[in-house]
């Protein structure tokens, strides 16, 4: 790395031999940051109260600010590198150098000239500081020690220099944060105009001539100990950046050196040398993403994936996957440089079913995948070894422990069960194992095998081998024992996907964001594709089904809902429409978007069917767009985006609204430069998705994940399915048909809480009454159900929010969590969260338990700590859950001031305190004193719009 993206760590000749660093920052917690990357993740700046970066990275500068939090820019002092950007100016102004440093080919500051001074205060930090930055790293302090070192007045002139720099930046930034590297020998001077000193290498270390990690020699850190002592008894912050070993296997060793720093009060960093921003200690990120491929390479162009969504990991892993706690990433594999670089974010990487790839990938991918184990990252593979080469496939196998021959397509006449793991095999189906071609592979020795088979051949000695384990480096899951499909192609799980990922990756010893539930209750959303808005409906005469919706549902019903039209539908540009329909549904479109409860929403302009050229996935649509009047020659993503959007917000939104939401059409598989219009836009973007499990069909594998990214890009998913399915494409029967998606709310509750809510629906539901029936049973069911409603812009956000939460362990069961806020619920088992600290866990307002499962609700800041203790002793109220928005102006442990808000009255759950305790309560300033039940919880009725003050007795 060049010496402007990187601290100096120059050794002068001292007893030390090791480099050092300086940095500052006063008492809160006991952590700080560093990255000299180009760019600089948030979550580490929201996370960490100091950060020193480069003045000149990418990074979000306010995010940190409003986390409380302080940023400091690099500034060089002593040295000009050689790729400094303001190299050129050096030279320009004729500013004299002092020699040069060969370890970081860097040259040498001669500071005895003023001109240095205007250069680094008046140019550089003035730059930094217009920026916004907090204040200056001020790096390579000790070069003056390099230059003529024998000659003392020669070096007493450099130091005067340094000290007249320094100070000329305090009085020109008196407000700024100052932190120094080092500079030991000129402390005395600079103390009064400096906050605070960082030193490398204190503890632990790393020698660049071994490229080996090792603890500082007693010696040099006795020493370095004297020297820091003397700056924290000056009022100075200590700030100690240490090397360590980023393995994941490491991660204790590189806690033990951040405790010993903090120990002594000084703030700790552990990282490595490139001080590229690994956060080893005593922060340490959780490896919450897992790397999936996608693209089927075969040679058959129509067997051809050609995105995330369609891949075995997407449709099958990736809800497992999310609701373990992991967020997965896409990679397409063509040539060996398409490999990815993963950093210390990623958990695993997961090799696909039928995953096909180039015969030239095959040894480099071996030599990959052995490299991602050394660094402590598990492999998981499903279907079979993805390699046809003889001599890689036994490449793998040695590498990875692998037993067997490896030989595939053995069929026996016979199959004996040697292990089957009950708790993680015939999972939704159980039927006996007939004998099918397997491939012959072992487990390695020390594997936990979940299925081992003998093949009992018609001659020769039997054959065992393990079609399905976990060992320490993941586990294998091959075919033909994975599902069981029956004969509509619907396919069944026979292994239990969460218990073997669970197994194969490790335990997630962290909180999982959570996107189903909102303080403590699970969420309802609903949504209305603009289909059928015109049309005349069979259940009154005259009446367009847009109007019974209006009528009979968003009237009737007090939730949020978004609704959307399709622009040509709305402006009578269909072919059977007549062209005085626009001005009576335009009308109709502005009372609907007028009604309080109702987010405005667009879908497209001509209702595309499909969004990319050549994609012909649903085959019950036969035209590209509706058959309009003018029809389109080619589908035109701008029109069908932002034109659609500019309509509605300037034709029929009532003032002060807009278009909050695009609502995917047809078979819903927008294009990444589709969903990047919607970004650019503002809105969120929402649709696709095949959530539909039901009795019939009761597979996770009919229940979608999220969303799904492609490049840089992702769609979210409707969390369930619309009439349109259940009603087999609208061609019935239609009485009851989509009430059965209340099934589907139930098999997504239990066992596991997979999804919200969501009632998603077109206006020709109420083109019968037989389909407007169902309609309204649905919502019936809704509204009987103890359900937070949010909008469907909020869920989506809240969606894209978990996706990008950044979760860091800070010391033994706790944990930061660093987010924008929107996704404000955490997943942990109950048992744990009846541990929870609640005064040591900013951010936290309590928890809900359903089962074994407790969901934890933050308040939206965007840093919450999560600590766990012992068992609590004394009683501590904590929200259980609350039926509407809330939002806390105060809370402490005897008082909380909070407003709530809703379209219905509000049910407010108080929990943790004594039994049948008192709490004098104001409600909108009418005072009262409910009384807590035998468990301890305090429920309150409230109106829909409520301010509240609760004081809690002593416990």
Known sequence: MTRSLRPILFQIACALGAVTMVSMRGAEPLAFYVNYSARVPTAPLVAHPLSIVHPDAALDLEAAHRAGNTVLAYLSFGEVAADAPYRAEVVRRGLPLAGRNDLWKSDLIDLTDPRWAELLVDTLAAKAAQRGFDGFFLDTLDSVELISPGDAPRQAALRRGLVAAVQRLRAAFPQKRIVVNRGFGAFAELRDAIDGVLVESVFATHDFATKTNRPVAAADTAFLLAELGKIAAAGRAVYVLDYADPAPAAAAQAMAVAGRIRALGYHAFVSTPALDGAALAPLRPVARR???????????????????????????????????????????????????????????????????????????????????????????????????DPEQRARFMAAFGLGGSGAGAIRPPALETITQDASAYNHEIALPIAPVAFTALRAPAEARPILTLRAVPASGPPVEFDPVFTCAWGGMAMDPFLFFRRADFREFWRIDPFAFLQRALGDYEAPAPDTTTRDGRRMLLSHIDGDGFSNFSGVAAGQRSAEIVRDRILKKYPLPVTVSVIEAEI?????????????????????????????????????????????????????????????????????????????????????????????????????????????????????????????????????????????????????????????????????????????????????????????????????????????????????????????????ARMVRDARTTVVFAAGPERWHVVNRGDSRTLRLPAALARRIDLARSPGVTGWNEEGDVAFVHTDGSPLTTLALGAPAAAVAPRLESSSGEITFHTRTAARWTLAVKDLRPVELVVAGLRPAATVRATVNGDPSAPAADAAGRLRLALPAAAEIGLEFSAP
Not at 752 to 773: C, E, G, Q, T, W
């Open 290 to 388: 897992i790397c999936g491929f996608y693209g089927n390479l075969s040679t058959i162009q129509t067997e051809q994936v050609i995105w995330p969504a369609e891949s075995f990991t997407a449709q099958k892993l990736q809800l497992p996957l999310e609701y373990l706690g992991y967020e997965v990433d896409f990679f397409k594999l063509t040539t060996a440089a398409d490999l990815p670089v993963l950093g210390e974010e990623y958990r695993a990487i997961v090799l696909p079913r039928t995953w096909q790839i180039p015969a030239s990938v095959e040894g480099p991918l071996v030599d990959w995948l052995s490299a991602q184990r050394g660094a402590g990252r598990k492999i998981v593979i499903f279907g079979n070894l993805p390699f046809r």
């Open 571 to 795: 402006r009578g540009l269909i072919r059977t429409q007549r062209a005085e329909d626009a001005t009576a549904l335009e009308k109709l479109a502005r009372e609907i978007f007028a009604l309080p409860h109702v987010e405005l929403a667009s879908h497209t302009f001509s209702h595309p069917f499909y969004w990319i050229e050549g994609d012909r996935t649903a085959s019950f649509y036969d035209e590209q767009t509706l058959d309009l009047k003018s029809p389109y020659v080619k589908l035109d993503l701008e029109r069908e985006i932002a034109g659609s959007v500019r309509y509605i917000n300037e034709t029929l939104a009532p003032p002060g609204r807009q278009v909050r939401v695009f609502l995917w059409s047809g078979n819903c598989r927008p294009p990444p430069e589709g969903i990047a219009i919607t970004r650019r836009l503002g809105l969120e973007n929402v649709n696709g998705g095949d959530t539909i499990i039901s009795p019939r069909n009761r597979t996770l594998t009919m229940v979608a994940p999220r969303g799904v990214p492609w490049g840089d890009e992702f769609q979210v998913f409707a969390p369930n399915q619309n009439e349109n399915v259940y009603t087999n494409n609208w061609r019935g029967p239609l009485f009851g048909t989509f009430s059965q998606v209340i099934d589907t709310f139930g098999l997504t509750e239990k066992p596991r809480r997979l999804k919200p809510v969501n009632i998603y629906y077109h206006f020709y539901s109420a083109d019968y009454p037989a389909s407007l029936r169902a309609l309204e049973t649905i919502h019936d069911w809704a509204m009987a159900q103890p359900l937070h409603a949010v909008t469907l812009s909020l869920y």
